[in-house]
């Protein structure tokens, strides 16, 4: 387990906690421990799995009884986000109050902590994965590595910042957007004056980014509790398709050590100094300089559990779904050491063409063939481009990192497994009524 504490620079202090620790803490006092989460997506329904296991209460605020938490757990306050009563129903009672996305109005997170509740991560921490402009110039105040940036309040803002940083440039919406939505890529001048044009007659606030050359994404987890204790997962490498992750290997391959270490204490850093409670993704590129040296570049912040964790359901001791819950509480926080030498989760994504073969027959299918597929499903429809569930292959004992055949036999099976999951077909072409 890779775990720290703001104090970790004198090793013999004792972490000093920003909130009483002689008051009764949730569950010792004879009450069992309740976790509101705002939002009823698949993040609460997988965190909602987690809370059974830890004798908790995971209460969500969904916008229906179809949506992925509201189908699996009895605890459900059905609203919107931002109607402030509605976050009020779903806050009373609870120990603290999280999100299974960041899109709760500012004011309203502002409204619950001063009426008492146990907002985590609190409205000033989590403003930072809200606001992209916000963000960056926090980033950069903090001396992380950022892409160079800027507002774009005209189209001449743009013209200006690609013609001083070179083009092609990244505009960015400040808040909102998640798989590839709200980032646009203009390849020239003329491009980037006709997106911007179009966004900011729509009202869009905008943001412009040096494009930086990468050679891979890479995701840094951690998770911090309010007493100050901090712990790290491996960094993981994202794999990219239209701006949607479909793969994440974990640990990530080829990653120099001292690299991989230096994005850890990064994440663990920023957590830290933003005043993060819970989980936190620090989205990462990787660069390789003319002198071949490896460095890496944050993209984004996500304060919540995220897609990029998920291979820790079955990949390491403790998953990003109980840890999210230990640290809102303020337990102390899980060992995260891998269980296998490499995990690889492989996204479900929906299919162009949904198959006739029913979701319950695949999986049938792939457990006669790939049984040591552990499959997650979310309970939403078919769609294309929708994630629905994802499969997580942990590589057999025995194998290692450094062998490039076994990391990618490991991704090869997880990339099957989640292709015929939303096709029903074998990317291998292999047909089962052939082969029996």
């Known amino acids: 387990m890779s775990a720290s504490s703001e104090s970790s620079a004198s090793p013999s202090s004792t972490p000093v906690s920003p909130t009483p620790r002689d008051t009764v803490a949730p569950g010792r006092d004879g009450q069992t421990p309740v976790v509101a989460m705002i939002g009823g997506g698949q993040l609460a329904r997988m965190t909602h799995q987690a809370a059974i296991e830890l004798g908790q209460t995971l209460r969500v605020l969904a916008n229906g009884p179809l949506e992925s938490a509201a189908q699996v757990t009895p605890n459900v306050v059905f609203g919107a986000h931002d109607d402030l009563d509605a976050l009020r129903e779903a806050a009373k009672g609870a120990h603290a109050l999280t999100f299974d996305h960041e899109h709760v109005p500012q004011e309203h997170l502002q409204t619950l902590v001063e009426e008492g509740v146990n907002v985590q991560p609190p409205p000033q921490a989590l403003l930072h994965a809200q606001d992209k402009l916000v963000m960056r110039n926090r980033l950069r105040e903090l001396g992380a590595p950022v892409p160079e940036f800027a507002e774009v309040a005209t189209t001449q803002d743009v013209l200006d910042f690609g013609n001083e940083h070179g083009w092609p440039v990244v505009v960015k919406a400040v808040r909102g957007g998640y798989d590839g939505r709200g980032v646009w890529m203009p390849a020239d001048a003329s491009e980037a004056v006709q997106v911007v044009e179009e966004l900011l007659d729509r009202g869009t606030p905008l943001m412009v980014e040096q494009k930086v050359a990468m050679t891979r994404e890479l995701s840094a987890m951690v998770a911090r509790s309010p007493f100050g204790q901090g712990a790290s997962w491996p960094v993981v490498e994202t794999v990219q398709r239209d701006g949607i992750c479909v793969t994440v290997v974990a640990p990530a391959a080829d990653l120099p050590a001292d690299l991989a270490a230096e994005a850890e204490a990064l994440a663990l850093r920023l957590a830290a100094e933003l005043g993060v409670v819970g989980s936190l993704a620090v989205e990462l590129f990787e660069t390789v300089g003319a002198d071949g040296a490896h460095g890496i570049v944050v993209n984004e912040l996500a304060m919540r559990p995220h897609n990029s964790g998920h291979w820790s359901q079955d990949g390491a001791r403790t998953s990003q779904f109980e840890q ?46 790939l049984p040591e597929a552990k ?13 629905i569930g994802h499969v997580n292959v942990l590589g057999a004992a025995g194998g290692s990192l450094e062998d490039p055949d076994y990391v990618a036999g490991v991704r090869e099976r997880a990339e099957r497994a989640a292709h015929w999951l939303s096709h029903a077909e074998w990317t291998d072409g292999w047909d089962g009524h052939t082969h029996e």
């Open 324 to 369: 999210h819950l230990r640290a809102v509480l303020d337990y102390p926080l899980g060992d995260t050491s891998p269980v296998a030498p490499v995990t690889v989760m492989g996204n479900v994504i929906g299919a162009e063409v949904t198959p006739e073969m029913s979701m319950d027959e695949r999986l049938h299918h792939l457990f006669a063939r």
């Open 375 to 387: 499959v997650h499903l979310y309970g939403k429809g078919e769609r294309p481009g929708r994630k």
